[in-house]
T-cell receptor, first 118, second 114 residues
């Protein structure tokens, strides 16, 4: 299984709603990532989890709350979002560490959740 | 100045053409280089990954890295309409606070017309 899956595919929410995005991988990767991508822009890193612990938070507003319940799952909890938060939210995963003289940093992306905040 | 510069195009070529996509970078700490292909409204798909200067070939795709010039390229031979997508270069440094962080180019929009 070489796939990262994300649910839901599309999400429309009001500014007072609470919702969650889910991401799953079964490749044995121990690093998982959340990115935000606006139209015609590259992905912007939001959070990195290494061995289920948050290792990087790119100064993301607290209305976005990540969670990594186990090594295969990553959630992004959303609360009180703004219309400008509408974007494609991408999850990615990768191996960690050194092996065979190389350095794992190939990140595999899921298909994304297209979020619209009204 | 951005750390990674990529011509956004758009680039339009006829089917069968050789396509050259390029990125330059300024951070000499970048050691790992990737090319992603992203179809409209989909997630990026990893095409090529390399960590040394030189060429790496995979089917119709060749990735080239020149660390002395801080320049990377992706060549697509015998381009097909199915290659029409946005191509993103990405790179990363080694270890420390850089761990796990990819720096992307702006992406080049490629259209291959029949």
């Amino acid at each position: 299984d070489t796939e990262v899956t994300q649910t839901p595919k599309h999400l429309v929410m009001g500014m007072t709603n609470k919702k969650s995005l889910k991401c799953e991988q079964h490749m044995g990767h121990r690093a998982m990532y959340w990115y935000k991508q606006k139209a015609k822009k590259p992905p912007e890193l939001m959070f990195v989890y290494s061995y289920e612990k948050l290792s990087i938070n790119e100064s993301v507003p607290s209305r976005f709350s990540p969670e990594c319940p186990n090594s295969s799952l990553l959630n992004l909890h959303l609360h009180a979002l703004q219309p400008e938060d509408s974007a494609l939210y991408l999850c990615a995963s990768s191996y960690l560490g050194l092996a065979g003289g190389g350095y794992y940093n190939e990140q595999f992306f899921g298909p994304g959740t297209r979020l619209t905040v009204l | 100045q951005k750390e990674v510069e990529q011509d956004p195009g758009p680039l339009s070529v006829p089917e069968g053409a050789i396509v050259s996509l390029n990125c330059t970078y300024s951070n000499s700490a970048f050691q790992y280089f990737m090319w992603y292909r992203q179809y409209s409204r989909k997630g990026p798909e990893l095409l090529m990954y390399t960590y040394s200067s030189g060429n790496k070939e995979d089917g119709r795709f060749t990735a080239q890295v020149d660390k002395s010039s801080k320049y990377i390229s992706l060549f697509i031979r015998d381009s097909q309409p199915s290659d029409s997508a946005t191509y993103l270069c990405a790179m990363s440094a080694v270890g420390g606070t850089s761990y796990g962080k990819l720096t992307f180019g702006q992406g080049t929009i490629l259209t291959v017309h029949p």
